[in-house]
């Protein structure tokens, strides 16, 4: 069908010089014998159906090649020479390709821009560290170092989102020591840790695994501060690892307030902030699980959650044994 549809001009053009070739002979020319004519159109339909079959046969065999080609995710323009006003295709194309190439520079200065804003800022906000070890009312001095102690956090992470949404080129996965990513972490949160006073139960063996260290710390980072933001009283925490042959497992469990079932699939989406709205106690943007499993994604690991309402919620990273890859 896709066939005729493309070619119905040529088809119905084929079509009716046969009905007038026909017609000619038998009104036109009264002595021509009617097997001679029938005869003729024989060979005719026979030619014509070849050339018809043939071409049909190539232009199957050449969507078969384009629906091979549609699964690629390179560019496959350049494999059809034939294209139906290739100029005009690979004219707009380029038009395209410059204003991404022109975007993407725009986000490049914007993204140099923020992480540079970020560590002058780290200044100031070491500065006033040390002011308010000098505030003498104890009141003030715990309110005032711990919104300076969001602030660093809410920076660092600003700093690895501009490195997850760059290149390739500032991920630098090795081999590195999994306890010492997580006591990383626990130390950038022992504030909160001790303020709110969690019971941490640490089970990490020496495993090593192949990641971005710096990264791994703010997915640490991201899921102790989800741990401690929706906690209950007297919280736990429970950080434990497992290896196998191929991989080894970092689990991160705590007894908040758990996720309802139907928000489970979509944690990790963009923006979503899911159907419990904690009494209005806590603004979530969505965004922090959804970096989580964005980095995730990039070092090639894979993150699950199990999670029971009131209860409990597990995070499971998993590592896979890439050795071999390094070795060769």
């Given at each position: 069908m896709k066939y005729i549809k493309k070619h119905?001009?040529?088809l119905l053009c084929i079509v009716l010089i046969l009905l007038a070739f026909n017609l000619y002979f038998i009104f036109l020319l009264t002595n021509i014998k009617l097997q001679l004519l029938l005869y003729l159109d024989l060979l005719l339909v026979v030619c014509i159906g070849l050339f018809l079959g043939i071409d049909l046969f190539c232009f199957h065999k050449k969507e078969r090649e384009k629906e091979a080609c549609l699964q690629s995710h390179d560019y496959i323009f350049y494999q059809f020479e034939d294209l139906e006003e290739k100029e005009i295709i690979e004219h707009d194309f380029q038009i395209f390709q410059d204003r991404i190439n022109e975007q993407i520079a725009i986000n490049q200065d914007q993204q140099d821009f923020i992480t540079k804003w970020c560590h002058e800022i780290k200044i100031p906000l070491a500065t006033a560290f040390l002011v308010s070890e000098k505030i003498t009312e104890?009141?003030?001095?715990?309110?005032?170092?711990e919104q300076l102690e969001k602030i660093k956090q809410y920076l660092n992470a600003v700093l690895v989102s501009c490195k997850v949404s760059g290149t390739f080129d500032d991920l630098q996965v090795k081999k590195i020591k999994l306890g010492e990513c997580v006591n990383t972490s626990i130390r950038n949160n022992r504030y909160?840790?001790?303020?709110?006073?969690?019971e941490l139960q640490l089970e990490v063996m020496d495993e090593s695994v192949y990641s971005d260290s710096q990264w791994m710390v703010y997915i640490i980072d991201q899921l102790l501060a989800n741990a401690m933001k929706y906690r209950k009283e007297k919280p736990k925490i429970h950080i434990w690892s497992e290896e196998t042959p191929k991989e080894v497992k970092l689990y991160i469990k705590d007894d908040g307030e758990g996720i309802k079932a139907q928000d489970l699939p979509r944690i990790f989406e963009r923006g979503y902030v899911g159907s419990?709205?904690?009494?209005?106690?806590?603004?979530?943007?969505?965004?922090g699980l959804y970096m989580v499993n964005l980095m995730i994604q990039k070092l090639g690991h894979e993150i699950t959650?199990?999670?029971?309402?009131?209860?409990?919620?597990c995070f499971c990273i998993s590592f896979r044994n890439i050795e071999n890859y390094f070795n060769l």
């Open positions: 119905f001009k040529f104890a009141d003030a001095k715990e309110q005032l170092k909160f840790l001790i303020k709110h006073q969690v419990n709205h904690h009494n209005g106690k806590y603004k979530s943007t969505g965004m959650v199990s999670s029971e309402e009131q209860k409990y919620t």
